[in-house]
């Protein structure tokens, strides 16, 4: 039990609309990564949130964002949805943000969108 | 930039084989390298790791030891049961925490 809670769990949505998914992290940790795993691929960095700011980005458009609150949970929120947006969204808490730091991963929402 | 590359799946195995899955990997620096496994409808869960040259992470019979000079964190069991049956991802770990990971590895284990 790593103690990372993702809300919901599945989800389906229309393209071009928005969304908005949940991310309680594990009890002491300040820092939140997002990442998105399409099928059959591995997971690939979306943001990372240290102390309620943004601290570090991958390659994806602004129309992903997200937000870290005071006890540490966070959003991600995708607006504009596109078909290829489809996938598993995984988030991750860790204490502090160095390389040598693990990660704790939830079981991940499932966006569809059609 | 950093990269890891795995081997291509599946792999698939009769119970009690020995299983190795290679892993290799570009980074700047001394990062951090992980084994992480992903069961069927689930998210990722750590199953081993090394922070320096010569490490050798161990988990429920898997292990694996960075490689520094032939780049590698091959992962290995000696007896795999069909419960050992999932995706394994190699990753490493880059600036600020930030995972990269490998395509992963589908392993299929019969009985």
């Known amino acids: 039990e790593t103690g990372v809670t993702q809300s919901p769990t599945h989800l389906i949505k229309t393209r071009g609309q928005q969304v908005t998914l949940r991310c309680s992290s594990q009890s002491g940790h300040n820092t939140v990564s997002w990442y998105q795993q399409a099928l059959g691929q591995g997971p690939q960095f979306i943001f990372q949130y240290y102390r309620e700011e943004e601290n570090g980005r991958g390659n994806f458009p602004p129309r992903f964002s997200g937000l870290q609150f005071p006890n540490y949970s966070s959003e991600l929120n995708v607006n504009a949805l596109e078909l290829d947006d489809s996938a598993l969204y995984l988030c991750?808490?860790?204490?502090?943000?160095?390389?040598?730091?693990?990660?704790?991963f939830g079981q991940g929402t499932r966006l569809t969108v059609v | 930039g950093n990269s890891v590359t795995q081997m291509e799946g599946p792999v698939t195995l009769s119970e009690e084989a020995f299983l190795t899955i290679n892993c290799t990997y570009t980074a700047t620096g001394y990062p951090s390298l992980f084994w992480y496994v992903q069961y069927p409808g689930e998210g990722l869960q750590l199953l081993l790791k090394?922070?320096?040259?010569?490490d050798k992470g161990s988990n429920k019979g898997f292990e694996a030891t960075y490689r520094k000079e032939t780049i590698s964190f091959h992962l290995e069991k000696g007896s795999v049961q069909v419960s050992d049956s999932a995706v394994y991802f190699c990753?490493?770990?880059?600036?600020?925490?930030?995972?990269?990971f490998g395509a992963g590895t589908q392993v299929v284990v019969t009985p």
């Open positions: 090394a922070t320096k040259a010569d």
């Open positions: 990753a490493l770990s880059g600036d600020w925490g930030k995972l990269q």
């Open positions: 991750a808490s860790s204490l502090g943000q160095g390389g040598h730091t693990e990660a704790f």
